[in-house]
């Protein structure tokens, strides 16, 4: 048993004599004993012998990120919990020295524990909406700002945050199911969460495991969490299901025993969606449809039962499955989280991206209390929300009705919509069904123009999971008639992406997109008279760029659908709030904030 950082190598074998080769890279996220077997071939005629089957304790590397989280609502005077914490370059938890610096009007300093991460009393009285700073002493490069907060004098509903979509050990995951309880709520700061395990995976006594560390885990007011499994069955019976229960018990019917040694109970499974319908239909259950590892087939709809649809994980962005739903007229809460297989819910990586693409996203749902009840009132009314893992604070309503709610009306509502951005908002999208109606454009309004230029491009190959999504996009463009003088990664998910090269004129990268947005910022030091040449397998295009103004310039192409975009950035980048009533052209069944947030 040893200590591995999550960032280095360890030897795998001996060479020739006393020389030590180097053996294969560590998994990049943490495990509390990652299973190895060493192994010893003979010759080339004969079999392997296991010499011995330790296990390694992955640990985090150097810090790399501070993450400053706070609830998205707080009542004026009252004191509530800030959470901090700080990660590696994988997102794991690393350990930081020295002082961490909250700035005004909290201005206190703390100290982080080995663990990585802290939580601490603090108060706002001003009313408003607050984004606190924080920096490290010791490492000056370590500076982040706070999820905004909305300091109010009453507090009539909240908005708590989760990942509903994961598994460990229990399934095809890592680390226990403790563990990963233990990290949505401590390190990742989230409000509740659920176990997914595939079906197929799991056994009697794991899912008894299951139901007894989804009950230990469950506190109201501190952690809530679901009893669930995803019914894992192929696409063509139905696809990826993700089943909730809203006690701390229940009977497991399986799509199939595909890896269940035990076949006593077989006659239990639902081999066809057609046969979960039935099995629940009536019964207070919750489905999630999903893009997964066998992607839902949306032509198999049951209302009462199909009340959330999963828009984003590490698999890929899929908009594309939530506007089929609305195209097929199917009215769902829209929901985001990681299914991942790292055992890091709520703050999941997509490591080296050898089976994920991107980062997990968040949930968030408007409940007036942290009880397991209100949150499953509040997933069944599809009072929720889907984010890409950014904290944003949306609200829409018409008159007393809030998202999700279903109201009959004679004439066209009025809609009321306030957002609150982690970083500044773009554009904000109106949708009726598939049909995007209404644009709010933020950028517009601008009149001063910096001298940076940012190229950002996004693309799925094909509609479904990591594999079918991914687009790689590894090349470089080049500036003719102006010089480079700085250029900023924006928005890649792992250090395996990102700038390769930079130049005068030139810079190479390499990135990875899966429905979700990858760039750059360059600083020139002229825009007048120069022009860029984006050169990559999926698009490559010359364009001016000293006539770029208020709307950022787009080049689209299809079969499959991908877009690059230029645009040039306001010399204001501060975060505001979007206040907004009104009447857009045609009342929306969905909206989505479209707020691009760079990832640092």
Known sequence: HRRSPARGHYCGGLGVGALILPGFTDKMYIEEASPLSVRLLLGPDSSWSELAHPAVEVVGASPHRLVLTAPSRVVAGESFDLHLRVEDEWGNPSALGGIVHIGAPIGVDVTLPPCGWLRFPATLSQPGVHRLAVRSDGMPSLVASSNPIEVGAVLDVQLYWGDLHAQSSIGCGSRSIDAYYAHARDFAATDFGSHQANCFLVSNAEWRETQAATAHAQEDGRFVTLLGVEWSGASAQGGDHNLYFPGSEAALHRCSHEFVSDKSDKASDLPHIEDVYACYRGTDTLVAVHVGGRTADLRWHEPTLDRLLEVHSTHATSEWFLLDALKRGYRMGVVAGSDGVDGRPGASHPGHMGVRNVRGGLTAVATPELTRGGLWSALKSRHCYATTGERIMLTLKAG???????????????????????????????????????????????????????????????????????????????????????????????????????????????????????????????????????????????????????HPRTFVDSAPTRRVELLRLQYTTTVSPLPMMGEPPAPPTWSRNACRSKKN
Not at 415 to 426: C, M, S, W
Request: hydrophobic share 50%; no cysteine; glycine share 8%.
């Open 400 to 550: 007393s009705a809030s998202m999700g709610d279903e109201i009959r009306v004679t004439q066209l509502p009025a809609f009321d919509l306030a957002v609150e951005g982690t970083a500044p908002i773009e554009a904000i999208d109106f949708f009726r069904g598939d049909l995007r109606v209404a644009s709010v454009d933020l950028m517009s309004a601008s009149t001063a123009w910096s001298d940076s230029l940012r190229i950002a491009w996004t693309g799925a190959a094909a509609p479904g999971n990591w594999q079918r999504a991914r687009m790689q996009w590894d090349g470089e463009l080049r500036i003719a008639g102006a010089r480079i003088l700085a250029a900023h990664p924006w928005a890649f998910d792992t250090p395996d992406e990102g700038l390769r090269a930079i130049g005068d004129v030139r810079v190479a990268w390499r990135s990875l997109t899966a429905g979700d947005w990858d760039g750059l910022v360059l600083d020139l030091d002229r825009f007048d008279g120069a022009e860029l040449t984006f050169v990559t397998a999926p698009m490559t295009l010359q364009s001016r760029i000293d006539d770029l103004a208020a």
